[in-house]
């Protein structure tokens, strides 16, 4: 149990365009998602708490305007890229739980390469 | 604020050597640990959590120990195999019972490289 789907696994993209990233709680119900980023040999830093039906919340420095999130069901959360720069390459990973304490369970990435 | 620290790495060993990865928080609650395994190019997998002091969460050969006394969750194995070679991370979740907020602080991660 406790699956969290991910798509696409990896996009290409040309400077300048948006790219929609999905998270998908499969057989749990989530209010609450993570999203994160992850540069190369490097940890996790969390972007942002997607909460369903709300605003998401956004950790300070993250730009809200360029990283949208969506939280429109309880199974589905998105972020959008927007106007992607080359800097913006990197692997996005979403995170649920379908309860407080359960252990998260992760997407299993997005490799973004804006070019 | 909450924080992880792991050992740095690289870590090398040989099959069937004894595995330690270091872990250390400091955090204003009572949150809960965990650690989790990053195969390359893939996401993050729970590998074990702990919820509360003394608390020792184990699987697939690794077990680690919730010591609030100082403040570490230490990952260990008996007998490492190749294919344990991955990241692994150590994270806690920011605040503690009813002040849980659900976000996951990490370590800065932690390869391990297992040879024949």
């Known amino acids: 149990g406790a699956v969290v789907s991910q798509h696409p696994s990896w996009v290409i993209c040309k400077s300048g365009t948006s790219v929609k990233i999905e998270c998908r709680s499969l057989d749990f119900q989530a209010t609450t998602m993570f999203w994160y980023r992850q540069f190369p040999k490097q940890s996790l830093m969390l972007m942002a708490t997607s909460n369903e039906g709300s605003k998401a919340t956004y950790e300070q420095g993250v730009e809200k305007d360029k990283f949208l999130i969506n939280h429109a069901s309880l199974t589905l959360s998105t972020l959008t890229v927007t106007s992607a720069h080359p800097e913006d390459s990197s692997f996005y990973i979403c995170?649920?739980?379908?309860?407080?304490?359960?252990?998260?369970?992760f997407g299993s990435g997005t490799r973004l390469t804006v070019v | 604020g909450d924080s992880v620290t792991q050992m740095e790495g690289p870590v090398t060993l040989s099959e069937e050597a004894f595995l330690t990865i270091n872990c250390t928080y400091t955090?204003?609650?009572?949150?809960?640990l965990f650690w989790y395994v990053q195969y390359p190019g893939e996401g993050l997998q729970l590998l074990l959590k702990?919820?509360?002091?003394?608390d020792k969460g184990s699987n697939k050969g690794f077990e680690a120990t919730y010591r609030k006394e100082t403040t570490s969750f230490h990952l260990e194995k008996g007998s490492v195999q190749v294919s344990d070679s991955a990241v692994y991370f150590c994270a806690l979740s920011e605040g503690g019972g009813s002040s849980n907020t659900g976000k996951l602080i990490f370590g800065q991660g932690t390869t391990l490289q297992v040879k024949p």
């Open positions: 702990a919820t509360k002091a003394d």
């Open positions: 995170s649920a739980s379908p309860v407080t304490n359960y252990g998260y369970t």
């Open positions: 955090a204003t609650g009572y949150p809960s």
